[in-house]
């Protein structure tokens, strides 16, 4: 006798249920394990610049930029940095070398920012009298930017420094002739002597040519605009490319005839100091305090002195590499804090008493 075996419904079902496991692991994506998240490197904190609004009622029409580092030393030092013609504050903040030397030291940095509005260029209008007078235009402006940050940020009186470039430097000496109590020194880099032009013609042709004017009718110039109660002045550093196709080094040397004159030094009385970064012509006072630094460099154009940078980063217009940098210069120079710091030279003999007539 044959016998059938029938399934019985519990294999049934298990059959079933295998059957149905394989098509949906079939029909189901595969899922993998998440992989363990890889821990970026620590980068260096980025020098960004930070637009500033209502610093005052900025009759230049200016922009304020401003880098605060992470950590900042004392005593707190302002460094106001005007930029050149077709370059923006960003621009030169990245390019000059001024970003890494504020982070590593400690300095605030200021960038006033020209405006297409204001010229076309991006040049500040260091040539019209409006815009350089006394507590008007764009001087006025860079003045309010300055007192902005110095009751922000806590800066002391006796550490604010300006440097510019081009335009920037006019811009700059006009600064520092105007309001000589209000900086410790300033470092003017392809610039132009205050009251060499006074309309745009005029500016062109003096940055080309230069100025014939003696050295005391340069420094009534300058004195023409200082106030009465000023009674200190500010160290200056000139710097000026020998080969310079844009600002002629005939307007450098008018510059050094302005401040000699301002501070009544003789032009022989000056000494050439030569050191690894370069040789200069430097003027000290009776303690050895440098008052004024002239620095002739052969076969630089027009632009600013930087220290080479790394072949994969972004070059800048008017950023000239080479082995010395003008800021890293101006701050071993002039900023860099002293356990001594010699007290700022008064200026009672020359300018005051010419700006009242005496002899």
Same mark, same amino acid.
């Given at each position: ?29 595969? $899922? ?22 209502? $610093? ?26 005007? *930029? ?8 030169? *903040? ?88 209000? $900086? ?13 032009? &006074? ?134 120079? $002039? ?15 020359? &300018?005051?008493?010419? &700006?009242?007539?005496?002899?």
């Amino acid at each position: 006798m044959r016998f059938k075996f029938s399934m019985s419904p519990l294999s049934a079902m298990l059959r079933s249920q295998k059957r149905l496991s394989r098509s949906l692991q079939k029909a189901m994506p595969k $899922f993998r394990l998440p992989e363990a998240p890889k821990v970026a490197k620590p980068r260096a904190p980025r020098s960004v610049l930070v637009q500033v609004n209502a $610093f005052g009622s900025n009759p230049g029409r200016l922009r304020m930029m401003e880098y605060v580092p992470p950590v900042r030393r004392e005593p707190q030092t302002l460094v106001v940095v005007l *930029h050149g013609c077709l370059q923006t504050a960003e621009d030169y *903040h990245r390019g000059s070398g001024w970003s890494r030397l504020a982070r590593d030291k400690g300095l605030v940095l200021l960038y006033p920012e020209q405006t297409r509005a204001n010229n076309r260029n991006l040049c500040f209008n260091w040539f019209r009298p409006s815009m350089v007078a006394r507590d008007r235009g764009e001087l006025m402006s860079i003045r309010q930017m300055i007192e902005h940050s110095v009751e922000r940020h806590g800066i002391a009186r006796d550490r604010i420094f300006v440097q510019g470039l081009s335009a920037g430097g006019a811009m700059g000496n006009a600064m520092l002739v105007t309001y000589p109590d209000l $900086f410790a020194a300033g470092q003017v880099v392809g610039g132009l002597p205050f009251g060499a032009a &006074r309309d745009a013609m005029g500016a062109l042709s003096v940055m080309k040519s230069g100025s014939r004017r003696s050295r005391q009718e340069w420094g009534d110039l300058a004195r023409s605009v200082g106030s009465a109660e000023d009674s200190t002045m500010p160290a200056v550093s000139i710097w000026q490319g020998g080969a310079d196709r844009v600002v002629s080094p005939l307007n450098a040397e008018a510059l050094l005839a302005q401040w000699l004159d301002l501070y009544g030094l003789d032009e022989a009385s000056g000494s050439r100091e030569v050191r690894a970064e370069g040789a200069s012509l430097i003027w000290r006072d009776a303690v050895g305090k440098v008052l004024v630094e002239y620095r002739l460099l052969d076969g630089l154009d027009h632009g600013l002195p930087v220290i080479a940078r790394h072949a994969n980063q972004k070059r800048q217009p008017y950023m000239l590499e080479g082995a010395i940098g003008a800021p890293q210069q101006f701050f071993e120079m $002039f900023i860099r804090p002293r356990k001594a710091t010699a007290k700022r030279t008064a200026i009672s003999s020359p &300018r005051s008493k010419r &700006r009242s007539g005496q002899s």
